[in-house]
């Protein structure tokens, strides 16, 4: 029932027809809307099409992953979260798995031959060095 009362702007966006409305006059700059200033300094990087298409319902979202989540993944699965992490936004410090993925990327782009698991280890070493402690997680046994 809603479909019949929206206004589908086919002919122009809003922000043309406010613009037009005040070059031809209608309507007073001092009357225009609060949103008219924000879209002039920051407009939209595509251009609003009123025809867009949207992903169906049914539709798998895609996974995305980052070459550092893999990393993170497998420094999680090993070391489990040791030291604290603060969320607070002013904090400074980085938490024990960032340094991690840090130190494993720089390490990467100085030995790119190096394995993953070369790499791994070698990042491990480099971070004990620097005096952060890291201990390997306990694995918890099923009992049946």
């Known amino acids: 029932m809603a479909h019949q009362f929206t206004r589908v702007e086919k002919a122009a966006p809003i922000f043309q027809r406010v613009s037009g ?52 993944a497998r420094f999680y699965k090993t070391y489990g979260s040791p030291g604290v992490i603060n969320l607070h936004v002013g904090s400074k410090s980085k938490t024990v798995s960032e340094l991690f993925t840090e130190t494993y990327q720089r390490l990467k782009t100085e030995k790119p031959e190096a394995t993953e698991d070369e790499l791994f280890e070698d990042t491990t070493n480099v971070l004990v060095e620097d005096g952060i402690r890291l201990r390997k997680r306990r694995t918890q046994q099923k009992q049946d």
């Open 21 to 72: 409305l005040i070059k031809a006059g209608q309507l007073r700059w001092e009357d225009r809307p609060l949103w008219f200033d924000v879209y002039v300094l920051c407009p939209p990087i595509h251009k609003p099409t009123w025809n867009l298409e949207m992903p169906k319902k049914d539709d798998p979202v895609r996974q995305l992953f980052y070459p550092e989540d893999t990393i993170r």
